[in-house]
């Protein structure tokens, strides 16, 4: 049986690129190594629409969140976190571990929190230094408008600190124009590779104040990478057979182009969600991220039997709810190298699953609803 | 022209492993996952000689050293850092980031920190909860005596913390018979594999440590990790297709044997000596490790030159030395997927390349002298 990896994370990687890392493992401090690093981070800052300095670290995303969020603020320092899903709430608690005071803004799982909260917060709190905001919450589905958050932040002190997760490179992000200070991702979602590599952008207004304090950090601590941008190295061995094969994704990234990728991005979330209506199923997001939806498993049904049966039956990889949503919800991915016809072929096992499981559905309705509007009909 | 790595870091992958990589990418949360991620564990606990949990990062060597460090010395409490080179001196600026105190303890490069420092430090410092060694160093060659250290640390309240990035799958390594209590390793040195993951082993006394205090830690914090070990998974997005291709090299390692591997190791290790003394060159490290060979480059010649010629005229990469060792050294790996041939490969090609450079050398001496020592004749 054919497998399709349809998660919101890892996603497919294209063939290309996972030839690339089969190839052989070569010394990473030469001339040839830096060329490398350096397409890997003018390749990040343009899928990050950004000219700011990118730092590649070896590690999961958590990691480059927690460079940003630890770097950026002082030990016994507050910072607003905003949450309404399971990421978020990682990030308030990565802070708290530093010994940061975390101020929660937040919303149930399933909504957003508004630019409205986030105001509120900055003047009831104006001794905050940071706000964090998940740009896609990959738990819920659901999207935060930084694109409105980020000049309610550049009023203020605060840097705007940004978990672009599983954002960077499928959802509309405009670092520069949006005034993101700090925006972190990893390699396995829509940068089309495996787990692994994670990058961090850093805006002038952040480096100042990273620079004027001394973190309790020194794996992730930003200003190591810095010293290295020149003719740009890393500080520590970085996983360099992964940055060379991510060469490849981002080069087919550049070709595609940004704007294109983010566009099309919408127009399967588009599909899917007009599947999703004519199968008569509900979206958990009420504001949904583009790169994934999040569906509501009708009542009196076994999601975690859906995802089985999607799964061992047809080899579709869906991904389920985490926590209290498990069973709940399913998670379908459409960014990265996930094309119509794959986003196709997940929604019609869907159909066909709730068939079986003796739910009333109409064969071909996801399908055409799918199709016409994949073609805008 | 073929390309041989020979630098002690990274080290050459088996095909196998590499064909591995070239896998589509699967979820990472499932029973799959878990059981290859159990079988790593295992065999990381295999080439560390030890019952003690194992617990797998997406990082760089440094990550699990910072790991194993800040979990185990609160902020404000002392420790003891033995350093003779570059690796041990980070381990002790890593400290001083975590606001820790760490009280050195040197030798000159190219020579070992005693026994008899470290248990006249211990006497002068019994406040000190741990004592950090670097088993092999790579930057100067040199190997510390860790199974007379060990004793004397573990009768102290003190944890012994050892750095065996370069070392685990190379050098003899006991680490439960040498009550070495965290013991870390990267995945690009002896373990056959590209750089991305590391492993650190924790031992009862220091979970014990561990668990009585909460570190400035959350990627790092080890104790988040324990809890995910029954039934193995990992907090955060692991490096899984880098797990899965361990998993083949460390087949392989199984296979062969451990201690096959380590006398295998000081095989090659007394082959590269012989030829060096016999083209009338010196080492580098007083008392050194297997897994590398650091040589002197004779007076009046060029360093950087000569590896510059061993690489562009020959393939043959071997590392030089860093910081003020730069054109002093030159460092040969004979660990891992490095064969005799290999090595010897790297010692014909060195004689060739000082008889370019006008050096006086005896075209023959160097293979004469390895072979010999090779057989043991």
Redesign the interface.
Known sequence: MK?R?L?P?????PEET??E????????RTPEARAILKEVLEGVQYVFQTQNDVIAL??????AM?AALVCAVP?GAKAICAYAGRFGERWH??WQ???IESVPVTAPYGKAVSPQQIEAALKAHPDAVAVCVVHSETSTGVKHDLAAIGPLVAKTQALFIVDAISSAGALELRTDAWNLDLVAT?S?KALRM???LAFVSVSPKAWQRIESH?P??????LSRYRAKLKDPDTP???????LRALQISLRRIRAEGIENIWNNCARLARAARAAVHAMGLELFAEVPAEGLTAIKVPDGLDGVELLQRLEKKYGL?L?GGQDHLKGKIVRLAHMGYIDFFDVLAALVGLECVLAEMGHPVRLGSAAAAAQQAWLGT
Chains 1, 2 share one sequence.
């Open positions: 497998y990896l998660t994370g890892p996603t497919p990687v996972l030839l890392l089969a190839r052989p493992v070569p010394y990473h070896t590690s999961s995303g958590t990691g927690e030990r608690k990565l571990a530093f010994g990893g396995q495996p787990p692994g001394r309790a950090a020194f794996y992730f601590d520590f061995t970085p996983a360099h057979t992964l990889k991904a």
